[in-house]
């Protein structure tokens, strides 16, 4: 391969990194966001009472950046951190707890991390390709 077919190839390849990223992103939220409802739907996760909580976590559309994607997902659900890390303590009303954490957002990491790492690998195969 010559110098001006390796730049061409790179140049076609960076028009195309962004929306393959934004896809990888997209999935790995969206898997992410499933296993996190899964881990809150008992133990050793949070109880489930009326689903209200677990069906709070929500998806921001993906935004583009250059050459790539960012999303977000969480609850705004005041027991969200309570549930995760657990509370120790009164409360503003003077109620007290011992509160042990029921995790179900940390157990969730280390997967979407392996699974955000296999959709960038993928999506700069599908460039390169």
Same mark, same amino acid.
């Given at each position: ?5 390796? *730049?061409?190839?790179? &140049? ?7 929306? *393959?990223?934004?896809?990888? +992103? ?5 898997? #992410? ?35 790539? *994607? ?17 509370? +120790?303590?009164?409360?503003?009303? #003077? ?10 957002? &940390? ?5 979407? &991390? ?8 993928? *999506? ?6």
């Amino acid at each position: 391969m010559t110098p001006e077919q390796l *730049a061409d190839r790179l &140049e076609h390849a960076a028009t195309k990194i962004g929306p *393959a990223i934004q896809k990888g +992103v997209k999935h790995t939220v969206t898997l #992410g966001a499933a296993r996190i409802r899964g881990h809150a739907s008992g133990r050793p996760g949070p109880n489930v009472i009326s689903g209200d909580y677990r069906d709070s976590w929500q998806l921001t559309p993906v935004r583009r950046l250059p050459h790539g *994607a960012a999303c977000e997902f969480g609850t705004r659900q005041p027991q969200g951190r309570r549930l995760e890390f657990g509370f +120790v303590g009164a409360d503003s009303l #003077g109620r007290v707890y011992d509160q042990k954490p029921f995790p179900h957002v &940390e157990p969730a990491i280390p997967f979407m &991390e392996q699974t955000l790492l296999a959709q960038m690998r993928l *999506a700069v195969s599908e460039v390169l390709l």
